[in-house]
């Protein structure tokens, strides 16, 4: 049986994909750290660790012995107020990974490192293509870029593969992003909400459609040493997702802007093109907005 690794098995991403990846055949073990060892989905062996352990990564990998590894374990929100654990988490321990998978006797097949959208910053218009350099505009996606490069230290020595996704979202997604806010505020019939800039303009995804995406990358071998924008090239303003919910749950809200969620450093708006990724893997699996929306409400 195919064994695959994922790290952050416990988190938003992780547990679809572990979900998907057991329904597709694959024997998978999962790491996860602390507190959130208890969520971690049935579907996987799961390892507590902290991905910074360099000799607790090698254990686990030389146990595990991997054909492919999905490294999803990060800090993710871009407004996390401890910089020091975005630097260490995002890049020391995605390095860390890499040394102990060089270890190993047999490589893995396929390493996917989840990178973001965030590293092309705000200085650009139209579908964003992965030839575009850097250009961050916040810690989360300067870590992102520098992960890149280490990974880029042992692209000679391991088949990975670089995804960039766009902003993406579904059920369980926590509340300290945007969308979950939206939609837990309109379960709950709260008549009021403090946003930001309503006219942020983001490329959305369904989470299932990401996992579905590595699942795909991860059985392509043409894909190993590439890098991947995985979006849907729909840019969607914070006032039309407001629309589509009250549409949805028939409640309005009346919006209040928070000038504290108000960012100098505002990516304002990012879409990208998938042309590169699409003709690697074929199609995504197309879900409307408004359709991950309801799910979001009826779950």
Not at 70 to 84: G, K, P, R
Not at 274 to 282: C, D, F, K, P, S
Request: proline share 6%.
């Amino acid at each position: 049986m195919v064994r695959t690794f994922v790290t952050g098995a416990a988190g938003f991403t992780g547990r679809f994909v572990c979900k998907l990846l057991a329904e597709r055949g694959h024997e998978v073990h999962g790491l996860v750290h602390g507190a959130s060892a208890v969520s971690v989905p049935g579907v996987c062996r799961a390892y507590d660790a902290d991905l910074k352990n360099l000799a607790a990564m090698k254990e686990i990998v030389a146990a595990v012995r991997p054909h492919h590894v999905v490294h999803l374990a990060a800090i993710a929100f871009v407004a996390h107020d401890d910089v020091e654990q975005i630097y260490c988490s995002n890049v020391i321990g995605p390095r860390q990974l890499l040394e102990s998978l060089t270890a190993l006797a047999e490589p893995p097949r396929s390493v996917i490192l989840a990178s973001s959208a965030n590293i092309y910053g705000n200085a650009r218009e139209g579908a964003l293509e992965e030839s575009l350099p850097p250009a961050p505009v916040n810690d989360y996606g300067v870590t992102k870029v520098a992960m890149e490069y280490v990974a880029s230290l042992y692209s000679s020595r391991l088949p990975i593969i670089v995804v960039r996704p766009f902003n993406y979202t579904g059920l369980g997604q926590n509340p300290d992003f945007v969308i979950p806010k939206i939609i837990e505020h309109a379960s709950r019939r709260a008549p009021v909400i403090e946003l930001g800039n309503m006219d942020v303009e983001r490329d959305f995804s369904d989470v299932r459609t990401v996992a579905h995406v590595y699942a795909r990358l991860l059985e392509t071998p043409a894909a190993i040493g590439g890098t991947f924008n995985i979006c849907s090239g729909v840019p969607v303003s914070l006032r039309q997702i407001l629309n589509m919910v009250a549409r949805i749950s028939g409640h309005t809200m009346e919006v209040r802007i928070n000038p504290a969620f108000v960012r100098a450093n505002e990516v304002r708006t990012l879409t990208g093109s998938a042309a590169r990724l699409e003709a690697v893997i074929g199609p995504l699996p197309s879900i409307p907005l408004e359709d991950t929306l309801r799910w979001m409400l009826e779950g």
